[in-house]
RNA sequence: GGAGAGGUGGCAGAGUGGUCGAAUGCGCGCGCUUGGAAAGCGCGUAUACCGCAAGGUAUCGGGGGUUCGAAUCCCCCCCUCUCCGCCA
Protein backbone atom coordinates (compact mmCIF):
# COMPACT_ATOMS: atom_id res chain seq x y z
CA UNK A 1 0.00 0.00 0.00
CA UNK A 2 1.54 3.42 -0.67
CA UNK A 3 1.70 6.15 1.86
CA UNK A 4 -2.06 8.01 1.98
CA UNK A 5 0.06 11.55 2.24
CA UNK A 6 1.54 11.20 -0.63
CA UNK A 7 -1.44 10.43 -2.78
CA UNK A 8 -2.86 13.81 -1.23
CA UNK A 9 0.24 15.38 -1.78
CA UNK A 10 1.95 14.56 -5.07
CA UNK A 11 -0.97 12.60 -7.23
CA UNK A 12 1.28 13.39 -9.94
CA UNK A 13 3.81 10.80 -8.63
CA UNK A 14 1.14 8.43 -8.64
CA UNK A 15 0.20 9.03 -11.71
CA UNK A 16 3.41 8.64 -13.05
CA UNK A 17 4.06 5.30 -11.69
CA UNK A 18 0.61 4.03 -12.85
CA UNK A 19 1.93 4.70 -16.30
CA UNK A 20 5.40 3.82 -15.86
CA UNK A 21 4.19 0.37 -14.54
CA UNK A 22 1.61 0.64 -17.41
CA UNK A 23 -1.14 0.04 -15.23
CA UNK A 24 -4.49 0.73 -15.55
CA UNK A 25 -6.03 2.91 -12.62
CA UNK A 26 -8.59 5.59 -12.39
CA UNK A 27 -6.36 7.73 -9.80
CA UNK A 28 -9.15 10.00 -9.63
CA UNK A 29 -11.84 7.53 -8.31
CA UNK A 30 -9.17 7.47 -5.75
CA UNK A 31 -8.61 10.57 -4.67
CA UNK A 32 -12.31 11.35 -4.72
CA UNK A 33 -13.24 8.58 -2.41
CA UNK A 34 -10.40 9.29 -0.18
CA UNK A 35 -11.84 12.85 -0.26
CA UNK A 36 -15.37 11.82 0.55
CA UNK A 37 -14.00 9.56 3.19
CA UNK A 38 -12.28 12.44 5.60
CA UNK A 39 -15.13 14.62 5.01
CA UNK A 40 -17.95 11.88 7.29
CA UNK A 41 -14.82 11.24 9.29
CA UNK A 42 -14.38 14.65 10.37
CA UNK A 43 -18.68 14.70 10.62
CA UNK A 44 -18.92 11.61 12.74
CA UNK A 45 -15.88 12.45 14.82
CA UNK A 46 -17.78 15.71 16.14
CA UNK A 47 -20.44 13.74 16.84
CA UNK A 48 -19.05 11.31 18.85
CA UNK A 49 -17.04 14.71 20.15
CA UNK A 50 -20.75 15.44 21.50
CA UNK A 51 -21.76 12.52 22.85
CA UNK A 52 -18.46 12.16 24.97
CA UNK A 53 -19.37 15.55 26.71
CA UNK A 54 -22.81 14.74 27.69
CA UNK A 55 -21.37 11.70 28.91
CA UNK A 56 -19.43 13.41 31.42
CA UNK A 57 -22.39 16.01 31.89
CA UNK A 58 -24.37 12.50 32.81
CA UNK A 59 -22.32 11.29 35.64
CA UNK A 60 -22.59 14.18 37.56
CA UNK A 61 -26.17 14.23 36.93
CA UNK A 62 -28.26 12.16 39.78
CA UNK A 63 -29.92 9.36 38.01
CA UNK A 64 -33.40 9.61 37.22
CA UNK A 65 -33.64 13.59 37.55
CA UNK A 66 -35.43 15.68 35.10
CA UNK A 67 -32.25 17.11 33.45
CA UNK A 68 -31.18 13.81 33.46
CA UNK A 69 -34.17 12.22 31.60
CA UNK A 70 -34.06 15.08 29.06
CA UNK A 71 -30.35 14.63 28.12
CA UNK A 72 -30.93 11.12 27.56
CA UNK A 73 -33.91 12.12 25.16
CA UNK A 74 -31.60 14.42 23.84
CA UNK A 75 -29.05 12.42 23.20
CA UNK A 76 -31.44 9.46 21.49
CA UNK A 77 -31.23 11.61 18.80
CA UNK A 78 -27.56 12.34 18.61
CA UNK A 79 -26.72 8.29 19.13
CA UNK A 80 -29.04 7.71 15.96
CA UNK A 81 -27.72 10.06 14.07
CA UNK A 82 -23.94 8.54 15.16
CA UNK A 83 -25.33 5.35 13.75
CA UNK A 84 -26.20 6.40 10.42
CA UNK A 85 -23.26 7.89 10.02
CA UNK A 86 -21.30 5.43 11.08
CA UNK A 87 -22.76 3.08 8.48
CA UNK A 88 -21.81 5.33 5.52
CA UNK A 89 -18.40 5.94 7.19
CA UNK A 90 -17.98 2.19 6.88
CA UNK A 91 -18.65 1.75 3.92
CA UNK A 92 -16.44 4.61 2.71
CA UNK A 93 -13.32 2.99 4.60
CA UNK A 94 -13.85 -0.17 3.07
CA UNK A 95 -13.97 1.94 -0.50
CA UNK A 96 -11.34 3.53 0.26
CA UNK A 97 -9.05 1.09 1.42
CA UNK A 98 -9.93 -1.04 -1.79
CA UNK A 99 -8.86 1.86 -3.95
CA UNK A 100 -5.86 2.57 -2.01
CA UNK A 101 -4.68 -1.12 -2.56
CA UNK A 102 -5.54 -0.72 -6.37
CA UNK A 103 -2.32 1.48 -6.38
CA UNK A 104 1.03 0.04 -7.44
CA UNK A 105 4.37 1.19 -5.68
CA UNK A 106 6.55 3.08 -7.08
CA UNK A 107 9.37 2.08 -9.09
CA UNK A 108 12.46 3.24 -8.41
CA UNK A 109 14.01 5.96 -10.83
CA UNK A 110 16.36 2.95 -12.40
CA UNK A 111 13.77 0.95 -13.37
CA UNK A 112 13.69 0.77 -17.37
CA UNK A 113 11.18 2.05 -19.47
CA UNK A 114 9.20 -0.79 -20.82
CA UNK A 115 5.76 -2.47 -21.34
CA UNK A 116 6.88 -6.30 -21.96
CA UNK A 117 9.63 -8.85 -20.58
CA UNK A 118 11.33 -7.86 -24.25
CA UNK A 119 11.72 -4.34 -22.39
CA UNK A 120 13.56 -5.88 -19.58
CA UNK A 121 17.54 -5.09 -19.72
CA UNK A 122 20.12 -7.51 -19.15
CA UNK A 123 22.09 -6.42 -16.30
CA UNK A 124 24.68 -8.91 -16.60
CA UNK A 125 25.35 -12.84 -18.20
CA UNK A 126 28.05 -15.11 -16.17
CA UNK A 127 29.21 -18.19 -18.12
CA UNK A 128 29.01 -19.21 -21.59
CA UNK A 129 25.82 -20.87 -22.87
CA UNK A 130 26.63 -22.41 -25.82
CA UNK A 131 29.69 -24.22 -23.88
CA UNK A 132 27.13 -26.41 -22.20
CA UNK A 133 25.25 -27.79 -25.37
CA UNK A 134 27.26 -30.52 -26.28
CA UNK A 135 24.60 -33.45 -25.51
CA UNK A 136 21.53 -30.84 -24.69
CA UNK A 137 18.26 -32.12 -24.98
CA UNK A 138 15.13 -31.31 -23.00
CA UNK A 139 15.51 -32.84 -19.79
CA UNK A 140 12.02 -34.76 -20.38
CA UNK A 141 13.60 -36.86 -23.21
CA UNK A 142 16.75 -37.83 -21.60
CA UNK A 143 16.75 -41.39 -21.56
CA UNK A 144 15.10 -42.61 -18.07
CA UNK A 145 13.81 -38.83 -16.67
CA UNK A 146 11.02 -40.25 -15.85
CA UNK A 147 12.31 -43.17 -13.31
CA UNK A 148 13.74 -40.33 -11.26
CA UNK A 149 11.32 -38.17 -11.79
CA UNK A 150 8.14 -39.61 -12.21
CA UNK A 151 5.01 -37.21 -13.58
CA UNK A 152 2.45 -40.13 -14.46
CA UNK A 153 2.55 -41.89 -10.88
CA UNK A 154 2.57 -37.92 -9.23
CA UNK A 155 -0.87 -37.46 -11.36
CA UNK A 156 -2.37 -40.74 -10.41
CA UNK A 157 -2.18 -39.92 -6.70
CA UNK A 158 -2.50 -36.27 -6.88
CA UNK A 159 -2.64 -34.49 -10.01
CA UNK A 160 -0.67 -33.21 -12.72
CA UNK A 161 1.78 -31.12 -12.04
CA UNK A 162 2.94 -32.99 -8.81
CA UNK A 163 6.07 -35.30 -9.00
CA UNK A 164 7.44 -38.16 -7.23
CA UNK A 165 11.15 -37.89 -7.17
CA UNK A 166 12.79 -41.08 -6.77
CA UNK A 167 16.52 -42.77 -6.33
CA UNK A 168 19.03 -39.81 -7.61
CA UNK A 169 15.94 -37.38 -8.53
CA UNK A 170 15.19 -37.17 -4.78
CA UNK A 171 18.52 -37.70 -3.61
CA UNK A 172 19.50 -34.41 -6.17
CA UNK A 173 16.31 -32.57 -4.66
CA UNK A 174 17.75 -33.00 -1.10
CA UNK A 175 21.31 -32.28 -1.74
CA UNK A 176 20.27 -29.08 -3.58
CA UNK A 177 18.11 -27.80 -0.79
CA UNK A 178 20.72 -28.49 1.63
CA UNK A 179 23.93 -26.84 -0.46
CA UNK A 180 21.19 -23.88 -0.71
CA UNK A 181 20.36 -23.44 3.23
CA UNK A 182 24.13 -23.98 3.84
CA UNK A 183 25.15 -21.36 1.93
CA UNK A 184 22.95 -18.78 2.61
CA UNK A 185 23.27 -19.72 6.60
CA UNK A 186 26.87 -18.60 5.98
CA UNK A 187 25.92 -15.84 4.41
CA UNK A 188 24.10 -14.26 6.96
CA UNK A 189 20.89 -15.34 6.84
CA UNK A 190 18.90 -16.94 9.81
CA UNK A 191 17.33 -20.05 9.12
CA UNK A 192 14.36 -20.42 9.77
CA UNK A 193 11.37 -23.70 8.67
CA UNK A 194 7.70 -21.74 8.83
CA UNK A 195 4.32 -22.65 8.51
CA UNK A 196 3.35 -24.07 5.25
CA UNK A 197 -0.18 -22.99 5.37
CA UNK A 198 -1.39 -19.46 6.60
CA UNK A 199 -4.41 -17.61 7.36
CA UNK A 200 -6.12 -15.46 5.52
CA UNK A 201 -4.87 -12.30 7.46
CA UNK A 202 -1.13 -13.56 6.77
CA UNK A 203 -2.55 -13.82 2.70
CA UNK A 204 -4.38 -10.82 2.44
CA UNK A 205 -0.76 -8.73 4.57
CA UNK A 206 1.26 -9.87 1.84
CA UNK A 207 -1.22 -9.07 -1.37
CA UNK A 208 -2.10 -12.65 -1.91
CA UNK A 209 -5.74 -11.83 -0.87
CA UNK A 210 -7.86 -10.41 -2.51
CA UNK A 211 -6.16 -10.68 -6.09
CA UNK A 212 -4.56 -13.97 -6.14
CA UNK A 213 -7.53 -16.02 -4.32
CA UNK A 214 -7.82 -18.79 -6.88
CA UNK A 215 -4.06 -19.09 -7.36
CA UNK A 216 -3.88 -20.79 -3.95
CA UNK A 217 -4.72 -24.15 -2.92
CA UNK A 218 -7.01 -23.69 0.63
CA UNK A 219 -7.92 -25.53 3.32
CA UNK A 220 -11.50 -27.15 3.63
CA UNK A 221 -12.15 -27.31 7.52
CA UNK A 222 -9.54 -24.44 8.88
CA UNK A 223 -10.01 -21.74 5.99
CA UNK A 224 -6.18 -22.09 5.63
CA UNK A 225 -3.76 -21.21 2.29
CA UNK A 226 -1.00 -23.70 1.38
CA UNK A 227 1.64 -21.41 0.57
CA UNK A 228 2.98 -20.34 -2.55
CA UNK A 229 6.02 -19.15 -1.44
CA UNK A 230 7.86 -19.12 2.08
CA UNK A 231 8.09 -15.19 1.32
CA UNK A 232 4.49 -15.58 3.01
CA UNK A 233 4.79 -17.00 6.42
CA UNK A 234 8.28 -14.74 6.71
CA UNK A 235 6.97 -12.00 5.91
CA UNK A 236 4.00 -12.10 8.39
CA UNK A 237 6.53 -13.31 11.19
CA UNK A 238 6.84 -9.43 11.99
CA UNK A 239 3.55 -8.47 11.30
CA UNK A 240 2.13 -5.30 13.59
CA UNK A 241 5.20 -5.35 15.43
CA UNK A 242 7.58 -2.87 16.14
CA UNK A 243 11.09 -3.89 16.48
CA UNK A 244 14.60 -2.03 17.72
CA UNK A 245 16.14 -0.11 15.51
CA UNK A 246 19.63 -1.95 16.62
CA UNK A 247 17.85 -5.14 15.71
CA UNK A 248 18.46 -4.26 11.80
CA UNK A 249 19.02 -5.37 9.26
CA UNK A 250 17.29 -8.89 9.70
CA UNK A 251 18.32 -11.36 7.42
CA UNK A 252 16.59 -14.82 7.14
CA UNK A 253 16.19 -17.83 4.74
CA UNK A 254 13.96 -20.77 4.61
CA UNK A 255 13.52 -23.75 2.96
CA UNK A 256 9.99 -24.67 2.28
CA UNK A 257 7.30 -26.39 -0.18
CA UNK A 258 5.51 -24.18 -2.89
CA UNK A 259 2.09 -24.68 -3.73
CA UNK A 260 0.65 -22.94 -6.68
CA UNK A 261 -2.62 -23.54 -8.85
CA UNK A 262 -1.31 -21.88 -11.79
CA UNK A 263 -4.63 -21.72 -12.82
CA UNK A 264 -4.62 -20.36 -16.64
CA UNK A 265 -1.22 -22.03 -17.02
CA UNK A 266 -0.75 -23.37 -20.66
CA UNK A 267 2.16 -24.15 -23.20
CA UNK A 268 5.20 -25.18 -23.26
CA UNK A 269 6.17 -23.29 -20.05
CA UNK A 270 4.25 -26.64 -18.27
CA UNK A 271 6.53 -29.47 -19.67
CA UNK A 272 8.74 -31.20 -17.12
CA UNK A 273 9.89 -29.57 -14.74
CA UNK A 274 9.36 -25.25 -15.64
CA UNK A 275 6.07 -25.57 -13.95
CA UNK A 276 4.63 -27.58 -10.99
CA UNK A 277 2.10 -27.45 -8.50
CA UNK A 278 4.47 -28.31 -6.13
CA UNK A 279 8.20 -27.34 -6.00
CA UNK A 280 10.74 -27.04 -3.69
CA UNK A 281 12.40 -23.37 -2.82
CA UNK A 282 14.66 -21.96 -0.36
CA UNK A 283 13.69 -18.08 -0.16
CA UNK A 284 15.63 -15.03 1.25
CA UNK A 285 14.33 -12.14 3.43
CA UNK A 286 15.82 -9.03 4.45
CA UNK A 287 14.06 -6.47 6.32
CA UNK A 288 16.57 -3.39 6.20
CA UNK A 289 16.59 0.51 7.70
CA UNK A 290 14.75 2.45 4.81
CA UNK A 291 18.39 4.25 3.84
CA UNK A 292 20.30 1.11 3.05
CA UNK A 293 17.68 -1.07 0.79
CA UNK A 294 19.43 -0.55 -2.08
CA UNK A 295 22.68 -1.70 -1.78
CA UNK A 296 20.26 -4.65 0.33
CA UNK A 297 18.50 -5.49 -3.18
CA UNK A 298 22.30 -5.50 -4.67
CA UNK A 299 23.56 -7.76 -1.75
CA UNK A 300 20.45 -9.76 -2.43
CA UNK A 301 20.89 -10.46 -5.71
CA UNK A 302 24.64 -11.21 -5.21
CA UNK A 303 23.96 -14.19 -2.55
CA UNK A 304 21.01 -15.44 -4.91
CA UNK A 305 23.84 -15.24 -7.93
CA UNK A 306 26.40 -17.06 -5.82
CA UNK A 307 24.75 -20.31 -5.69
CA UNK A 308 24.44 -20.20 -9.60
CA UNK A 309 28.16 -19.27 -9.70
CA UNK A 310 29.08 -22.05 -7.17
CA UNK A 311 27.09 -24.44 -9.24
CA UNK A 312 28.99 -23.45 -12.64
CA UNK A 313 25.32 -22.68 -13.80
CA UNK A 314 25.57 -20.16 -17.01
CA UNK A 315 22.92 -17.55 -16.01
CA UNK A 316 21.70 -13.74 -16.91
CA UNK A 317 20.71 -10.91 -14.53
CA UNK A 318 17.73 -9.06 -16.22
CA UNK A 319 16.33 -5.66 -14.64
CA UNK A 320 12.87 -5.89 -15.02
CA UNK A 321 11.27 -2.98 -16.94
CA UNK A 322 8.21 -0.97 -15.17
CA UNK A 323 5.91 -2.99 -17.02
CA UNK A 324 7.02 -6.02 -16.18
CA UNK A 325 7.81 -6.07 -13.07
CA UNK A 326 4.95 -6.57 -10.84
CA UNK A 327 2.60 -4.73 -8.44
CA UNK A 328 4.28 -4.68 -5.37
CA UNK A 329 8.05 -3.66 -6.33
CA UNK A 330 10.14 -0.90 -6.83
CA UNK A 331 12.92 -2.71 -8.30
CA UNK A 332 13.33 -6.15 -9.49
CA UNK A 333 16.00 -8.50 -10.61
CA UNK A 334 15.03 -12.02 -12.28
CA UNK A 335 18.02 -14.54 -12.48
CA UNK A 336 17.63 -17.08 -14.96
CA UNK A 337 19.52 -20.07 -16.03
CA UNK A 338 20.70 -21.45 -18.73
CA UNK A 339 18.96 -25.15 -19.84
CA UNK A 340 20.98 -26.24 -22.72
CA UNK A 341 18.44 -28.74 -23.92
CA UNK A 342 15.26 -26.24 -24.14
CA UNK A 343 17.89 -23.66 -25.37
CA UNK A 344 16.16 -21.17 -23.44
CA UNK A 345 16.32 -18.89 -19.69
CA UNK A 346 14.78 -20.41 -17.30
CA UNK A 347 13.57 -17.91 -13.90
CA UNK A 348 15.37 -19.10 -10.59
CA UNK A 349 15.60 -16.25 -8.41
CA UNK A 350 13.45 -12.87 -8.57
CA UNK A 351 14.84 -10.33 -6.43
CA UNK A 352 12.84 -7.17 -5.12
CA UNK A 353 12.79 -4.53 -3.18
CA UNK A 354 9.04 -3.30 -1.72
CA UNK A 355 10.76 -0.41 0.07
CA UNK A 356 7.75 0.56 2.63
CA UNK A 357 5.27 -1.07 0.63
CA UNK A 358 4.68 -4.26 2.11
CA UNK A 359 5.72 -3.41 5.51
CA UNK A 360 2.83 -0.43 5.24
CA UNK A 361 0.43 -2.88 4.73
CA UNK A 362 1.68 -5.52 6.77
CA UNK A 363 2.32 -2.78 9.60
CA UNK A 364 6.08 -4.01 10.06
CA UNK A 365 8.07 -1.38 12.07
CA UNK A 366 11.12 -0.41 13.89
CA UNK A 367 11.55 2.44 16.41
CA UNK A 368 13.71 4.84 15.59
CA UNK A 369 16.52 5.62 17.78
CA UNK A 370 16.73 9.26 17.72
CA UNK A 371 13.01 10.65 17.62
CA UNK A 372 11.66 7.45 19.68
CA UNK A 373 8.76 7.27 16.64
CA UNK A 374 7.99 4.03 14.57
CA UNK A 375 8.76 4.07 10.90
CA UNK A 376 7.97 1.18 8.39
CA UNK A 377 10.96 -1.25 7.47
CA UNK A 378 11.74 -1.68 4.04
CA UNK A 379 11.32 -5.13 3.15
CA UNK A 380 13.20 -7.22 0.15
CA UNK A 381 12.77 -11.03 -0.67
CA UNK A 382 14.26 -13.40 -3.53
CA UNK A 383 14.23 -17.01 -4.29
CA UNK A 384 17.78 -18.65 -2.99
CA UNK A 385 16.59 -20.69 -5.04
CA UNK A 386 13.50 -22.68 -6.69
CA UNK A 387 14.98 -26.15 -6.92
CA UNK A 388 13.07 -27.48 -9.99
CA UNK A 389 14.31 -25.49 -12.58
CA UNK A 390 18.09 -25.42 -11.06
CA UNK A 391 17.20 -29.08 -11.38
CA UNK A 392 16.68 -29.11 -14.76
CA UNK A 393 19.17 -27.48 -16.01
CA UNK A 394 21.78 -29.65 -14.08
CA UNK A 395 20.17 -32.50 -15.91
CA UNK A 396 20.11 -30.52 -19.43
CA UNK A 397 23.67 -29.00 -19.21
CA UNK A 398 25.54 -31.37 -17.54
CA UNK A 399 24.33 -34.65 -19.50
CA UNK A 400 27.11 -36.78 -20.94
CA UNK A 401 27.78 -38.70 -23.64
CA UNK A 402 27.17 -41.90 -21.57
CA UNK A 403 24.19 -40.73 -20.18
CA UNK A 404 24.96 -39.70 -16.77
CA UNK A 405 24.59 -36.36 -15.19
CA UNK A 406 27.76 -34.76 -13.79
CA UNK A 407 27.38 -32.94 -10.36
CA UNK A 408 29.28 -30.00 -9.59
CA UNK A 409 31.64 -29.77 -7.22
CA UNK A 410 30.33 -27.90 -4.64
CA UNK A 411 27.09 -29.84 -4.72
CA UNK A 412 28.89 -33.64 -4.97
CA UNK A 413 29.61 -33.35 -0.93
CA UNK A 414 25.77 -32.93 -0.67
CA UNK A 415 24.72 -35.35 -3.32
CA UNK A 416 27.05 -38.38 -2.45
CA UNK A 417 28.66 -39.13 -5.76
CA UNK A 418 30.35 -37.79 -8.96
CA UNK A 419 27.22 -38.56 -11.30
CA UNK A 420 23.51 -39.04 -11.21
CA UNK A 421 22.36 -41.51 -13.11
CA UNK A 422 18.51 -42.55 -14.46
CA UNK A 423 17.98 -45.67 -12.42
C1' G B 1 -12.87 -33.71 20.60
C1' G B 2 -14.91 -32.88 26.07
C1' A B 3 -14.73 -29.93 30.85
C1' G B 4 -12.84 -25.67 33.24
C1' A B 5 -9.85 -20.97 33.78
C1' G B 6 -8.08 -16.90 31.38
C1' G B 7 -6.62 -12.83 27.33
C1' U B 8 -6.13 -5.10 30.08
C1' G B 9 -0.26 -0.43 28.30
C1' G B 10 7.20 -2.73 27.49
C1' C B 11 6.14 -6.31 31.73
C1' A B 12 3.30 -7.51 36.24
C1' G B 13 -1.49 -6.40 37.80
C1' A B 14 -6.25 -3.44 39.55
C1' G B 15 -10.72 -2.20 37.43
C1' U B 16 -18.02 -5.63 36.74
C1' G B 17 -22.23 0.29 33.28
C1' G B 18 -20.75 6.75 33.44
C1' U B 19 -15.96 11.61 35.35
C1' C B 20 -11.28 5.12 32.50
C1' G B 21 -6.48 5.77 27.61
C1' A B 22 -7.32 3.13 32.02
C1' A B 23 -5.07 2.70 39.57
C1' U B 24 -0.58 0.69 41.49
C1' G B 25 4.20 -1.61 41.01
C1' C B 26 8.39 -2.77 37.92
C1' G B 27 11.07 -1.24 33.75
C1' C B 28 12.64 2.96 30.74
C1' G B 29 13.85 8.53 30.00
C1' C B 30 14.90 13.41 32.04
C1' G B 31 15.85 16.38 36.37
C1' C B 32 17.07 17.12 41.70
C1' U B 33 20.39 14.97 45.20
C1' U B 34 25.99 13.07 45.22
C1' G B 35 33.00 13.71 44.84
C1' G B 36 30.73 9.69 41.81
C1' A B 37 27.03 6.04 42.14
C1' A B 38 22.99 3.53 44.63
C1' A B 39 18.82 4.71 47.37
C1' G B 40 15.35 8.62 47.67
C1' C B 41 12.39 12.56 45.52
C1' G B 42 9.96 15.08 41.19
C1' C B 43 8.38 14.96 36.17
C1' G B 44 7.62 12.09 31.95
C1' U B 45 6.91 7.36 29.38
C1' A B 46 1.32 3.53 23.74
C1' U B 47 -0.38 3.46 18.70
C1' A B 48 -3.18 5.19 14.70
C1' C B 49 -6.30 8.45 12.07
C1' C B 50 -8.52 13.43 10.88
C1' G B 51 -7.18 18.70 11.13
C1' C B 52 -3.08 24.53 8.64
C1' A B 53 -3.62 24.75 13.76
C1' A B 54 -6.03 24.78 18.35
C1' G B 55 -7.65 20.37 18.94
C1' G B 56 -10.58 16.04 18.07
C1' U B 57 -11.51 10.73 17.47
C1' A B 58 -10.42 5.57 17.93
C1' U B 59 -8.10 1.38 20.35
C1' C B 60 -8.60 -2.99 27.13
C1' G B 61 -7.60 -10.64 21.98
C1' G B 62 -11.03 -10.02 17.09
C1' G B 63 -16.07 -9.19 15.30
C1' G B 64 -21.23 -8.18 16.23
C1' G B 65 -25.19 -6.63 19.75
C1' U B 66 -27.77 -4.11 24.15
C1' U B 67 -27.56 1.13 26.09
C1' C B 68 -28.08 8.13 26.15
C1' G B 69 -23.20 5.81 27.63
C1' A B 70 -19.36 -0.62 27.41
C1' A B 71 -12.61 -2.61 29.48
C1' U B 72 -17.16 -3.76 32.42
C1' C B 73 -23.55 -6.85 30.14
C1' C B 74 -25.07 -10.47 25.84
C1' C B 75 -23.71 -13.48 21.24
C1' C B 76 -20.00 -15.51 17.74
C1' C B 77 -14.83 -16.38 16.63
C1' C B 78 -9.45 -16.68 17.75
C1' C B 79 -5.53 -17.62 21.15
C1' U B 80 -3.22 -19.31 25.95
C1' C B 81 -3.27 -22.44 30.33
C1' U B 82 -5.13 -26.92 33.39
C1' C B 83 -7.50 -31.73 33.38
C1' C B 84 -9.63 -35.81 30.36
C1' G B 85 -9.82 -38.32 25.62
C1' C B 86 -7.19 -39.25 21.04
C1' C B 87 -2.80 -39.33 18.29
C1' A B 88 2.75 -38.88 15.16
Known sequence: MLDPKLLRDNPDVVRAAIAKKHMDVDLDAVLAVDTAWRALLGEVEQLRAKQKAANNEMAALKKGSPEFIAKVQEMKAVSAEVKAKEEGLKGLEEKWHHAMLTLPNIPHASVPEGRTPEDNRVHATHGDPAATSAHAMPHWEIAGFDRIIDFTRGAKVTGAGFPFYVGDGARLVRALIQFFLNENSAAGYTEVNPPIFVNATSATAVGQLPDKEGQMYQTVEDNFYAIPTAETPLTNFFRDEIVDEEALPIFRCAYTPCFRREAGSYGKDVRGLNRLHQFDKVELLKWV????????????????????????LPYRVLLMCGGDMGFAQAKKYDLEVWAAGQKRWLEVSSCSNFEAFQARRAQIRFRNKETGKPELVHTLNGSGLAVPRVLAALLENNLQADGRVKIPAALVPYFGKDFLTFK
Do not use: G, M, V
Not at 304 to 310: F, I, M, N, V
Open 289 to 312: HPSRSYEELDNLRHDAERLLQKLD
